[in-house]
């Protein structure tokens, strides 16, 4: 016996018209959205601040506006972390679309995350991540809809399954499998060739399918889609999304750790990859905070620089800068330039002939990075360096947020299902006789010790062809907090796949990730090895700073550190390169 479990939302902001073609594409038990991330709860608390009342999704209520009705009629559960900041404001929302429509539908809603009392004012969010036993308590009392706060990502998924099979908090090994098919599900198509690196081979001529978790009694998974959608369920795009932000191979929640390096899968057919022995081990007797604050204020401007000298256009224009900003009041508490070497050698358009001088501003109040910040750029337009340009005005200061962790004991947490006739039901905590302490949740107590260096990862061998990395493996990476991951993995139709595996376990040591990305060079890097996945992940701790909101990295959630990674050449052992693969390095490197 099996459940099927949708996805419509892998964020905020996600395609609108996925709820609809979800429901109507085929069999569904469940669907299920993730509207929240670290980011999200900042503007969720901003759109609170002006209006108490908000606080929740509001995509999510247009998306139910238009299929309340037909979820209703196919038998569809609904269950979402759309609720937010306001999980009661958005069911009761909710309630008043369904008596406009005339729907009868049960709405329950999970609450208890929200923990901005205990941890003061200087916090604008401060949410604790749930588990999943709540939403199955709200289920098996007979909701059709069910809202949370901040649950983690995988708990709208795992829900259902405990609901369904009636699994209890010993049965660690199939919570797992679940929490397994909500880490994949969970950001939607980047588990059907979205974000993905293989994309040349996938079908990306209409909008990608929104993955389904077909998920049995046992905890095995089978991941697909709806039969003629776009995109691909394959065993690259489901690694894809496993090795998506995490960090150890120890993937900790409320309500289990999953071991990500026991997951093994299997192409099963077109658009079926399963997903069999994931082990599960007892959770932390904590959970993780979520902590946004407002920072101060900042600003920045790109100076485009054009054709020769640019070095020296820098430093001059970051003299001018300085004093033009003592003229104008400008008092910013942080200053920082990039400079980004994008020209290029005889440059055959002026795009190739320019390179970016980015200087980004901070202060805690908006008048030191406001218009005397931006006077002081625009008024060195004639007297400073040749080709003086801008890519855009700058304008006025706005606030950035800072993310921080912090964490609580799950029996400190007031979990608790509202039904919908109103009855609060509490959630007891796991009983965990000795949990893990706050250092396992940041990776730290369950790091894979240092990898031993290849032979000569960045040097010559006999045999081998100077290539960029990516020709033979995928990668994938992103944000958690103020870090980066970056999962890299060899595809699952190379033909010496075990020998590419343990040529990139090789390579990949800490020295050799910070020598290919030098931005890690004074960061502490983690590698950790997934060898059911054919995988490696690496974790650059600290590389955003303090979180994606106040990052001024070009890429701040470093969504494109893998293929940073892929585009660097190191040497390949020639017999692990594909013909395809050696023809492609070959022609770049002519």
Not at 165 to 170: M, P, S
Not at 283 to 302: A, I, Q
Not at 416 to 440: K, L, Q, T, Y
Request: glycine content about 12%; overall charge negative.
């Amino acid at each position: 016996m099996t459940i099927r479990v949708g996805n419509c939302s892998g964020y905020y902001g996600d395609r609108l018209s996925a709820m609809r073609e979800m429901l109507e594409g085929g069999d569904l038990d469940y669907l299920t959205g993730d509207y929240l991330a670290e980011l999200t709860m900042l503007i969720l608390g901003r759109d609170r601040m002006k209006d108490p009342s908000l606080g929740y999704a509001k995509t999510f209520v247009r998306q139910m506006a238009d299929t309340m009705g037909l979820a209703t009629e196919r038998g569809v559960r609904i269950v979402t972390n759309a609720g937010g900041l306001n999980p009661a404001g958005l069911a009761e929302r909710l309630r008043g679309i369904a008596d406009e429509q005339g729907v009868d539908v049960s709405i329950a809603h999970v609450e208890g995350d929200d923990l901005s009392e205990r941890f003061g004012a200087d916090a604008l969010t401060a949410n604790a991540y749930l588990g999943a036993f709540g939403i199955a308590a709200a289920l098996e009392a007979g909701a059709d809809v069910v809202v949370t706060g901040r649950v983690t990502d995988a708990s709208v998924v795992v829900g259902p399954a405990i609901a369904h099979f009636g699994w209890g908090r010993d049965d660690l090994d199939r919570l797992a499998g679940a929490v397994v098919a909500g880490h994949v599900v969970e950001c939607g198509t980047q588990a059907t060739g979205g974000n993905f690196s293989g994309f040349a081979d996938v079908d990306m001529s209409t909008p990608l399918g929104f993955p389904i978790a077909e998920i049995s009694d046992d905890g095995s998974v089978v991941i697909t889609k709806h039969a003629g959608t776009g995109g691909a369920v394959t065993v690259d795009t489901v690694t894809a999304q496993l090795v998506y932000e995490v960090q150890s191979p120890l993937y900790l929640g409320p309500d289990v750790s999953t071991r990500l390096d026991t997951v093994v899968l299997t192409q099963q057919g077109p658009d079926r990859v399963a997903v069999t022995g994931v082990v599960g081990e007892a959770p932390p007797s904590t959970t993780k905070v979520c902590l946004n604050s407002v920072g101060g204020f900042r600003n920045s401007v790109e100076f485009l620089l054009t054709g020769l000298d640019v070095e020296a256009k820098a430093a001059l224009l970051q003299r001018q800068m300085q004093a033009a900003m003592t003229a104008t009041g400008a008092r910013p508490d942080v200053v920082e330039w990039h400079l980004d070497r994008t020209g290029v050698d005889d440059p055959a358009t002026q795009a190739q002939a320019t390179s970016l001088l980015r200087m980004h501003v901070r202060s805690a109040a908006p008048e030191p990075v406001g218009r005397a910040f931006s006077d002081a750029a625009i008024q060195l337009a004639l007297g400073s360096y040749p080709g003086f340009s801008v890519s855009r005005p700058p304008a006025a200061a706005t606030p950035y947020g800072v993310y921080s962790a912090a964490y609580v004991e799950q029996s400190d947490v007031p979990h608790v299902v509202v039904h919908p006739d109103g009855r609060r039901e509490p959630v007891p905590a796991p009983d965990i006789a000795n949990g893990a302490d706050r250092s396992i949740w940041d990776g730290v107590s369950d790091r894979t010790a240092p990898l031993a260096a290849g032979s000569a990862p960045l040097g010559g061998t006999s045999a081998t062809t100077r290539a960029p990395l990516g020709r033979l493996v995928h990668a994938r990476s992103g944000d958690k907090g103020g870090d980066a991951n970056i999962g890299v993995w060899i595809p699952a139709d190379h033909p010496a796949r075990d020998d590419a595996y343990a040529w990139l376990v090789g390579l990949l040591d800490v020295a050799t990730v910070r020598e290919l990305l030098p931005e890690a060079a004074g960061l502490d890097v983690d590698v950790h090895l997934l060898p059911t996945l054919c995988a490696v992940n690496v974790v650059v701790h600290g590389l955003l700073g303090e979180g994606v909101a106040s990052s001024t990295r070009l890429d701040p959630q470093a969504k494109g550190v893998g293929e940073w990674l892929r585009a660097r050449v190191v040497d390949v052992p020639t017999a692990l390169l594909t013909d395809h693969s050696t023809d492609t390095a070959a022609e770049a490197a002519r």
